[in-house]
Nanobody, 130 residues
Framework: QVHLVQSGGGSVQSGGSLRLSCAGSGDSFSQYCMGWFRQAPGKGLEGIAVIARDGTTTYGESVKGRFTISRDNAEKILYLQMDSLKPEDTAMYYC????????????????????????WGQGTQVTVSS
């Protein structure tokens, strides 16, 4: 079991950068498949980045080349570095985790399906102004 606590976020102008953090508690943090999701006003949850237990990363098309997901297993922290931010990046951002029982790199086949993740952070707001 893992408990996730998020920090970071806030308001920034278009083109700026922000970094989100997601601190995990509990054992075996390194074995979890972890991801970042976001929800814009009036829209559903969108999966944007996933990192497997072996460090393999996958990005959604909307953030590819601008956002970087990383993890520090020793400190039990998941990060999302967000660069070249756009107004359309404005959303509530959530970190999520699922224990890596899946074959291969431990992540579920549906990487960006929210229902595949068992543990969630509390969410943090990111607002990008033009």
């Amino acid at each position: 079991q893992v408990h996730l606590v998020q920090s970071g976020g806030g308001s920034v102008q278009s083109g700026g950068s922000l970094r989100l953090s997601c601190a995990g508690s509990g054992d075996s943090f390194s074995q979890y498949c972890m991801g970042w999701f976001r929800q814009a006003p009036g829209k559903g949850l969108e999966g944007i980045a996933v990192i497997a237990r072996d460090g393999t990363t996958t990005y959604g098309e909307s953030v590819k080349g601008r956002f970087t997901i990383s993890r520090d297993n020793a400190e039990k922290i998941l990060y999302l570095q967000m660069d070249s931010l756009k107004p359309e990046d404005t959303a509530m951002y959530y970190c999520a985790a699922v224990f890596g029982l899946y074959s291969g790199n431990g992540c579920p086949t549906g990487l960006f399906i929210p229902a595949n993740y068992k543990y969630w952070g509390q969410g943090t707001q990111v607002t990008v102004s033009s």
